[in-house]
Nanobody, 122 residues
Framework: QVQLVESGGGLVQAGGSLGLSCAGS????????MAWFRQAPGKEREFVAS????????YYADSVKARFTISRDNAKNTVYLQMNSLKPEDTAVYYC???????????????WGQGTQVTVSS
């Protein structure tokens, strides 16, 4: 198993930027596809972005494709989410997750972090 811890959340104004990090434990980090999900109050958890084991393939939700970038550094056991041009609707708790595949239609994530709050003001 792998333990995941998110960091980097905070308060930003609309149009601003914020970078999130997810640190994983263990030496098997590079064997997992990684993803970011988010959940706003009163809404279901939704997919944001994912990245393959080596970082060669990335996937994004349509709502964030032009604004967010997912990346990873396996040497540091860390996955990142750079968020630009933030909108109030991006406000949510953001979670990182690890699983066997990054392909959104067939993904299943077995390990989850505790989440970090991102709040975007108007």
């Amino acid at each position: 198993q792998v333990q995941l811890v998110e960091s980097g959340g905070g308060l930003v104004q609309a149009g601003g930027s914020l970078g999130l990090s997810c640190a994983g434990s263990g030496r098997t980090f590079s064997t997992y596809a990684m993803a970011w999900f988010r959940q706003a109050p009163g809404k279901e958890r939704e997919f944001v972005a994912s990245i393959s084991r080596s970082g060669g393939s990335t996937y994004y939700a349509d709502s964030v494709k032009a604004r967010f970038t997912i990346s990873r550094d396996n040497a540091k056991n860390t996955v990142y989410l750079q968020m630009n041009s933030l909108k109030p609707e991006d406000t949510a708790v953001y979670y990182c997750a690890a699983g066997p595949s990054a392909v959104p239609r067939f993904s299943r994530y077995d390990y989850w972090g505790q989440g970090t709050q991102v709040t975007v003001s108007s």
